[in-house]
T-cell receptor, first 118, second 117 residues
Framework: AQTVTQSQPEMSVQEAETVTLSCTYD???????LFWYKQPPSRQMILVIR??????QNATENRFSVNFQKAAKSFSLKISDSQLGDTAMYFC???????????????FGTGTLLAVQP | EAGVVQSPRYKIIEKKQPVAFWCNPI?????LYWYRQNLGQGPELLIR????????DSQLPKDRFSAERLKGVDSTLKIQPAELGDSAVYLC???????????????FGQGTRLTVV
């Protein structure tokens, strides 16, 4: 079974600074996808960034980038130039690739609460 | 375009009472998910539909939970009877799986916060 671990329950960063959120996962699969979702107080989960395991290049989306270390099963999220609107819970998630009932199912970590301070 | 719509946003019920949640996915999305999120935890999948068919309901407590997705569009999730431990946020999500379904992005609604007293 796959597991996702986020070891930082809470993080704090000053506005305009850079912060890195950690995530590790455990799987025996070779075909999978990794995601970072943001959950603000409105509770709606919003996709921040995704990474295909078969791609060596780290994904980037504007101020958000990942450090994907496949051998170490590590998938950290870096937020540059932090903004007050980045304050939210951040969840790392795993999805098995391929076909069948176990695919297209997100397995989430326990989340990291990020507070951006003015 | 409207996103995933869920109702109600909040529900407070007494234990042993029934409760139902409703979800309207994004138009054209053939796959629908129900997740449960306990306080301080990440969401966990309860059931996944592809069109009208439940293709993964292994985590759904079938003694008290039921779900349906008539006509492959809207879905309802029901709990009967509710227990104190059912207090959580229930999230609905949808996605479009086509010929290349791998890693398809799921779009989430705002969830229903259920409190059982």
């Amino acid at each position: 079974a796959q597991t996702v671990t986020q070891s930082q329950p809470e993080m704090s960063v000053q506005e305009a600074e850079t912060v890195t959120l950690s995530c590790t996962y455990d799987t025996s699969e070779n075909n999978y996808y990794l995601f970072w979702y943001k959950q603000p107080p409105s509770r709606q989960m919003i996709l921040v960034i995704r990474q295909e395991a078969y791609k060596q290049q780290n994904a980037t989306e504007n101020r958000f980038s990942v450090n994907f270390q496949k051998a170490a099963k590590s998938f950290s999220l870096k937020i540059s130039d932090s903004q007050l609107g980045d304050t939210a819970m951040y969840f790392c998630a795993f999805m098995k690739g391929g076909y069948g009932g176990a695919t297209n199912k997100l397995i989430f970590g326990t989340g990291t609460l990020l507070a951006v301070q003015p | 375009e409207a996103g995933v719509v869920q109702s109600p946003r909040y529900k407070i019920i007494e234990k042993k009472q029934p409760v139902a949640f409703w979800c309207n996915p994004i138009s054209g999305h053939n796959t629908l998910y129900w997740y449960r999120q306990n306080l301080g935890q990440g969401p966990e999948l309860l059931i996944r539909y592809e069109n009208e068919e439940a293709v993964d309901d292994s985590q759904l407590p079938k003694d008290r939970f039921s779900a349906e997705r008539l006509k492959g569009v809207d879905s309802t999730l029901k709990i009967q009877p509710a227990e104190l431990g059912d207090s959580a946020v229930y999230l609905c999500a949808s996605s479009l799986l086509d010929l290349f379904p791998e890693g398809t992005e799921a779009f989430f609604g705002q969830g229903t916060r259920l409190t059982v007293v």
